[in-house]
């Protein structure tokens, strides 16, 4: 009988991905990349606890550096407690019933060291919140990879899986022509198993990458058919902005509000060689008969040991703050080796990907459809079946290329603060 031998795809097996994004991307309710990372930042759990502490930083901001509460004084003075007039409050002319307030008044560098603090601690809050949605954002645009590749494997496995199906057919029409043995068949019947085996594990990886993915954007929303892929063949920034703008990426973001909280806590050290002043009143009432009686007080701190105190706190703090500093170089020139492994990644994908679409894969297929062609018209089926498999894993290869860059461009493409794709 003749052999039906159905054309694929006439460079590389692209043509059924195309298909399948492109009826992805037409579909009611498709989940694209751009819309999972971005669900993901609005319902993550850190990104609302990071408002939170957000709105907490503002209330702090808002009450720092301002006077404290000032303080009401009440009480007897000078009541004799012993004599025979004991506990009464006439019977010195000393004794009297009064009423005051006191105020504490901070230094103003203490005030506006508070201020500052407050002011680094509402940034950073911001930061923290910020990075948060960063974080979401790139592991909910890994999920959404993940599946996305592994329903790319199965599309171009199915294709092999038809052509397997052939390969039966035809093992069968020589046995019926007794042009082969019983041996064919069942070696075409045990190579379709194993596509399939192969196609079970990667519905199980697919299943699996929902589940993450699920997370973040919820079961219905992962549930939802995939839209069109973003274009990982292009970097989302110009290569130059990634690696100059380290510090506005998010694993920078709460590297400056840290150290102007450092700088904040050197400035509250300095603030206690100024000395902090207190200021009350109070008027007292005596015996019948007698003057009633007022007092001002005023009160200054007295720093008279700021070698062993003051000093030793703002030697402290400025190591402190720079130490912070030096860690922070350190983060950058740390993030730009990483933004820029990152970018040698996605490049060295790339060539690959672009490898494989241009040639490896039209040539495997060739060569299975080749050999598939030979052995319906008398040869071997070991030479299919040696195609085959070898077309297989250049189809896996293929896949595990394409899903490597695409993590790659979403660990770049996360990094950079605004909406990112």
């Given at each position: 009988?003749?052999?039906?031998i159905?054309?694929?795809?006439?460079?590389?097996?692209?043509?059924?991905?195309?298909?399948?994004?492109?009826?992805?991307?037409?579909?009611?309710?498709?989940?694209?990349?751009?819309?999972?990372?971005?669900?993901?930042?609005?319902?993550?759990?850190?990104?609302?606890?990071?408002?939170?502490?957000?709105?907490?930083?503002?209330?702090?901001?808002?009450?720092a550096?301002?006077?404290?509460?000032?303080?009401?004084?009440?009480?007897?003075?000078?009541?004799?407690?012993?004599?025979?007039?004991?506990?009464?409050?006439?019977?010195?002319?000393?004794?009297?019933?009064?009423?005051?307030?006191?105020?504490?008044?901070?230094?103003?560098?203490?005030?506006?060291?508070?201020?500052?603090?407050?002011l680094?601690?509402s940034?950073?809050?911001?930061?923290?919140?910020?990075?948060?949605?960063?974080?979401?954002?790139?592991?909910?645009?890994?999920?959404?990879?993940?599946?996305?590749?592994?329903?790319?494997?199965?599309?171009l496995?199915?294709?092999?899986?038809?052509?397997?199906?052939?390969?039966?057919?035809?093992?069968?029409?020589?046995?019926?022509?007794?042009?082969?043995?019983?041996?064919?068949v069942?070696?075409?019947?045990a190579?379709?198993?194993?596509?399939?085996?192969?196609?079970?594990?990667?519905?199980?990886?697919?299943?699996r990458?929902?589940a993450?993915?699920?997370?973040?954007?919820?079961?219905?929303?992962a549930?939802?058919?995939?839209?069109?892929?973003?274009?990982?063949?292009?970097?989302?920034?110009?290569?130059?902005?990634?690696?100059?703008?380290?510090?506005?990426?998010?694993?920078?973001?709460?590297?400056?509000?840290?150290?102007?909280?450092?700088?904040?806590?050197?400035?509250?050290?300095?603030?206690?060689?100024?000395?902090?002043?207190?200021?009350?009143?109070?008027?007292?009432v005596?015996?019948?008969?007698?003057?009633?009686?007022?007092?001002?007080?005023?009160?200054?701190?007295?720093?008279?040991?700021?070698?062993?105190?003051?000093?030793?706190?703002?030697?402290?703090?400025?190591?402190?703050?720079?130490?912070?500093?030096?860690?922070?170089?350190?983060?950058?020139?740390?993030?730009?080796?990483?933004?820029?492994?990152?970018?040698?990644?996605?490049?060295?994908?790339?060539?690959?990907?672009?490898?494989?679409?241009?040639?490896?894969?039209?040539?495997?297929?060739?060569?299975?459809?080749?050999?598939?062609?030979?052995?319906?018209?008398?040869?071997?089926?070991?030479?299919?079946?040696?195609?085959?498999?070898?077309?297989?894993?250049?189809?896996?290869?293929y896949?595990?290329?394409?899903?490597?860059?695409?993590?790659?461009?979403?660990?770049?493409?996360?990094?950079?603060?605004?909406?990112?794709?």
């Amino acid at each position: 009988m003749p052999l039906r031998i159905p054309c694929l795809f006439a460079q590389c097996a692209l043509c059924v991905i195309g298909a399948s994004a492109l009826a992805s991307a037409h579909a009611a309710g498709a989940l694209t990349l751009e819309h999972a990372a971005r669900i993901a930042a609005q319902r993550a759990p850190l990104v609302a606890a990071g408002r939170a502490r957000e709105a907490a930083a503002a209330a702090d901001l808002d009450r720092a550096g301002r006077l404290p509460d000032p303080t009401l004084q009440f009480g007897i003075q000078n009541l004799p407690v012993q004599g025979a007039g004991a506990y009464t409050f006439s019977a010195d002319s000393t004794t009297m019933r009064f009423v005051g307030v006191s105020q504490q008044i901070p230094s103003t560098s203490a005030l506006n060291a508070q201020r500052s603090a407050a002011l680094a601690g509402s940034l950073l809050a911001r930061a923290d919140r910020r990075e948060a949605a960063f974080g979401a954002r790139q592991a909910a645009a890994t999920a959404w990879v993940e599946l996305w590749a592994a329903q790319r494997a199965d599309a171009l496995l199915a294709d092999l899986s038809t052509q397997a199906v052939l390969a039966v057919d035809a093992a069968q029409a020589r046995l019926a022509g007794a042009r082969a043995g019983a041996a064919d068949v069942l070696a075409a019947r045990a190579q379709a198993a194993e596509i399939d085996n192969r196609r079970d594990a990667i519905a199980a990886d697919a299943n699996r990458a929902r589940a993450a993915l699920a997370r973040w954007v919820g079961t219905a929303r992962a549930d939802a058919a995939l839209g069109a892929a973003p274009d990982f063949a292009q970097l989302p920034a110009p290569e130059a902005t990634l690696l100059d703008a380290v510090d506005s990426q998010a694993p920078l973001l709460t590297w400056e509000p840290r150290v102007d909280a450092a700088r904040a806590a050197l400035s509250t050290a300095r603030a206690t060689l100024s000395p902090d002043w207190s200021v009350s009143a109070s008027y007292g009432v005596r015996a019948p008969g007698l003057p009633s009686m007022a007092s001002v007080q005023v009160g200054v701190r007295l720093p008279l040991f700021a070698r062993h105190r003051e000093d030793a706190d703002v030697d402290a703090r400025a190591a402190e703050l720079q130490a912070l500093q030096q860690q922070r170089d350190d983060a950058r020139r740390a993030q730009r080796a990483r933004v820029a492994q990152a970018i040698a990644d996605w490049s060295g994908w790339n060539a690959q990907v672009r490898r494989d679409q241009n040639t490896l894969l039209a040539l495997a297929h060739d060569r299975t459809r080749t050999a598939l062609a030979a052995y319906a018209g008398g040869a071997s089926l070991q030479t299919w079946l040696d195609a085959d498999n070898a077309e297989i894993k250049t189809r896996l290869v293929y896949v595990d290329a394409l899903a490597a860059r695409a993590r790659a461009w979403v660990d770049l493409a996360y990094l950079l603060p605004g909406e990112q794709p």
